[in-house]
């Protein structure tokens, strides 16, 4: 008999609730974490008693209600809600786009008619573009030029780091326009920030099983093979055969974390959206307002969008045709792996809200006597 039924591969959401549920079940399991600490990119890190979304901020929020009242058992969650304000060369506007960002764009706005009417002129110019090329063209059609202009253009340009003529069309599939005023960011029916940081729900999770932390578990992939029935690896996909196709693309974002001390508080509101390409970074967080906290100091991010490189931490998958045809052939060679399941945003090769990966797990086959 081996020693462990399962190794799990990465202390994230994906592995921690995997690696709880099976030891609930009775499995032996160990998790490997090559980082110093568990809880993936939900990580929170507390400074002067803030907790700092470590890896961006992590906002719960979920329709799917078995996978909240799941949640509950870890955590309590406060009631917030998010409303990001997007600063545009020093004017301020609400997100997501809704009647308070309409009637500040346009001052003799005041209805949703008048709303809805002067958007309809603005896309009109742009009618006879069929099919959109790029996003720039996307834009254009779908909010009319001052959103576009003022609200897509430079956040876009940043985030993909090239002009947005350059950036391809399917990154902008909708552009949600609200009619009513209302600046909540979400649609769903729960939403909320654990109160206390993520970090807790991960000690929690993990309580009781082993985890072994700056471990990359590739690098002893054959003796750690040798030690369980199966494997849940979290971990990229393509890392896992050796890059031997070749490399799936990310973005990744660099995060300038910041104590203030002795600033109470530095912007007012958790999120900012710069979305002026001539500034440098597309978001400024303040962490304390997701905890409504009441610190003498205050704790911010700035964040720049950059291109991936090895070394950097992967974060949003570049959906083009090139890396998802390969992410389909990587994805048929694990088919043919015997006892390893590839779980999670990194082995799934796609971007996952914390919920979604929530509800994947629990009802992943292993656990499900499948
Ligand atoms: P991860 O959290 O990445 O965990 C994978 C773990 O595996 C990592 O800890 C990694 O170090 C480890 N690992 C990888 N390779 C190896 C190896 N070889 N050996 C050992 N360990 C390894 N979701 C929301 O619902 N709301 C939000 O507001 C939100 N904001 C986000 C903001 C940003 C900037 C990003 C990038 C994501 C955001 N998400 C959000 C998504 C959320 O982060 C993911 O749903 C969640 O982290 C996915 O969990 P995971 O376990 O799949 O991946």
């Known amino acids: 008999m081996k020693q462990y039924d399962y190794i799990i591969v990465g202390a994230g959401l994906y592995g921690s609730v995997f690696a709880h549920e099976a030891a609930q079940q009775g499995k032996r399991c160990l998790v490997v974490e090559k980082r110093d600490h568990i809880g993936g990119n939900c990580y929170t890190r507390r400074m002067n008693d803030i907790n700092v979304h470590w890896y961006g901020a992590h906002i719960f929020h979920t329709s799917d209600e078995r996978v909240w009242q799941y949640m509950q058992q870890f955590c309590q969650f406060n009631h917030y809600v998010n409303s990001p304000i997007a600063n545009y060369r020093g004017t301020l506007y609400n997100l997501p786009f809704n009647m308070n960002t309409f009637c500040k764009l346009w001052p003799d706005v005041i209805t949703p008619d008048d709303a809805r009417r002067r958007i309809a002129e603005q896309q009109a110019e742009y009618a006879s573009i069929a099919e959109p090329r790029n996003l720039e063209e996307q834009g254009m059609k779908l909010g009319g030029r001052d959103i576009y202009e003022r609200l897509v253009k430079g956040y876009s340009e940043k985030q993909w780091g090239m002009p947005a003529t350059e950036i391809p069309a399917f990154v902008l599939r909708r552009l949600p326009l609200r009619f009513t005023f209302d600046n909540?960011?979400?649609?769903?029916?729960?939403?909320?920030?654990?109160?206390?940081g993520y970090t807790q729900i991960f000690e929690r999770l993990l309580d009781g099983i082993e985890v072994r932390l700056g471990e990359d578990f590739l690098t002893k992939k054959e003796e750690y093979l040798a030690m369980a029935d199966k494997v849940l690896y979290t971990g990229p996909l393509d890392a896992w055969f050796g890059?031997?196709?070749?490399?799936?693309?990310?973005?990744?974002?660099?995060?300038?974390?910041?104590?203030?001390?002795?600033?109470?508080?530095?912007?007012?509101?958790?999120?900012?959206?710069?979305?002026?390409?001539?500034?440098?970074?597309?978001?400024?967080?303040?962490?304390?307002?997701?905890?409504?906290?009441?610190?003498?100091?205050?704790?911010?991010?700035?964040?720049?969008?950059?291109?991936?490189?090895?070394?950097?931490?992967?974060?949003?998958?570049?959906n083009n045709d090139r890396n998802n045809a390969l992410a389909e052939q990587y994805k048929a060679l694990?088919?043919?792996?015997?006892n390893v399941s590839f779980g999670g945003r990194l082995a799934e090769y796609k971007y996952y809200d914390m919920d979604k990966v929530v509800a994947e797990v629990l009802n992943h086959p292993w656990l499900n006597n499948k």
Request: charged share 25%; proline share 6%.
């Open 184 to 196: 909540n960011y979400f649609n769903d029916p729960h939403q909320g920030i654990p109160i206390g």
């Open 243 to 318: 890059y031997k196709l070749g490399k799936l693309e990310f973005r990744t974002v660099r995060f300038d974390h910041q104590l203030m001390e002795g600033v109470e508080n530095f912007q007012g509101n958790a999120v900012f959206n710069y979305t002026d390409a001539a500034v440098p970074y597309t978001r400024i967080i303040e962490h304390k307002h997701f905890e409504f906290g009441k610190q003498p100091d205050t704790v911010v991010s700035y964040e720049y969008s950059e291109q991936w490189h090895e070394g950097s931490e992967p974060y949003y998958p570049i």
């Open 334 to 338: 694990a088919t043919e792996e015997k």
